[in-house]
């Protein structure tokens, strides 16, 4: 996402947002983000759950449960997309087309909010999705989860924090160059938890932020959002880009990815799903990808199709434990 104009990012950033209150429902194939009233079968739901013990709305998050009752579900953590710069987007979280699939499927879904770029720099947002893994545990016998099995999702930014959440899970430091990365932080009332997860998906998410000009795409500005995330430029710091970068982590011992990306997407290119996907099955990680001809960035990426393959892929990464 590099030299995109202030202008032309703030409107992207508000865009899921400002399209849910405009629709009462999303067909497949929307932006991300939009489906916000989309009706959703379940049998329970909390709202605004604090997962820190703080006091910060960006600390909260929502819990969906399936319809059918069970004492307890598998997870999935769904993260919104908005190029880090909204910390309260977890209400228009694809709910629509990925949370109804999940829940449709026998997942519990919690979509969390977490701190925007303008609220801190990283690794926070890292850290606040490692607090909902650990928080997750914590709380499993409250609100019906099943620890055994906790996997990420995420939209754009969001599928960049799902997919660094799995790479980096079960690292809680490392150096990157110049860089000595906190990946873990201590947020939270269950630091002594593991905020390991069990499968990623990624949906169009940036993964090696030193290359977003390596396909065709927007034209940015001086300031791109990953250089706000950062604080820095590219030029002059590159290790602190390669820490940002979920392809940075990746080893043998990741949990299972799954890709999807559009070939026309203009905001985060193809090209990061796909070196995403060759370096994941390089390093013997269980890996799939979906690379739709016609995709953009959320546009006609959401068919019950790929969402099938997303729920069949969690499956059986369940079933390989």
Excluded at 21 to 48: I, Y
Excluded at 100 to 110: D, E, H, P, S
Excluded at 242 to 267: C, M, R
Aim: aromatic share 8%; proline share 4%; net charge neutral.
């Amino acid at each position: 996402m590099k030299r995109m104009n202030l202008k032309l990012r703030n409107v992207i950033a508000v865009l899921p947002l400002f399209l849910a209150t405009m629709a009462n429902a999303q067909p497949a194939g929307g932006f991300g983000g939009v489906q916000v009233q989309s009706s959703l079968e379940t049998s329970q739901v909390w709202k605004d759950v604090n997962y820190v013990g703080d006091d910060k709305g960006y600390h909260t998050c929502d819990i969906y449960l399936p319809k059918q009752q069970k004492k307890a579900y598998p997870v999935v953590i769904h993260i919104y997309g908005s190029a880090w710069f909204n910390n309260n987007g977890k209400g228009a979280a694809d709910l629509g087309t990925i949370v109804k699939a999940l829940l449709n499927a026998g997942y519990a879904v919690v979509c969390p909010n977490h701190r925007s770029s303008g609220d801190a720099h990283w690794p926070a947002q890292l850290h606040d999705i490692k607090a909902v893994v650990r928080f997750i545990r914590g709380e499993a016998k409250r609100y019906h989860f099943d620890p055994k099995f906790i996997a990420t999702s995420g939209f754009s930014s969001g599928g960049h924090l799902a997919s660094t959440t799995a790479t980096t899970s079960g690292t809680k430091r490392a150096q990157v160059g110049t860089v000595d990365i906190d990946l873990e932080g201590s947020l939270g009332k269950y630091t002594k938890k593991s905020s390991t997860v069990n499968a990623a998906c990624d949906w169009s998410g940036p993964i090696d932020l030193t290359a977003m000009d390596c396909d065709e795409h927007m034209t940015m500005g001086d300031r791109s959002p990953e250089d706000i995330l950062l604080d820095a430029d590219l030029s002059q710091e590159p290790d602190k880009y390669l820490s940002l970068s979920a392809h940075t982590y990746i080893d043998a011992n990741d949990p299972p990815v799954i890709v999807f990306h559009g070939e026309k997407d203009n905001v985060v290119p193809c090209c990061q799903g796909k070196k995403f996907y060759e370096l994941l099955k390089a390093a013997g990680v269980t890996t799939e990808a979906t690379f739709v001809p016609e995709g953009g960035h959320g546009f006609n990426m959401y068919s019950e199709e790929n969402l099938q393959k997303m729920i069949r892929f969690l499956d059986a990464a369940r079933n390989r434990r």
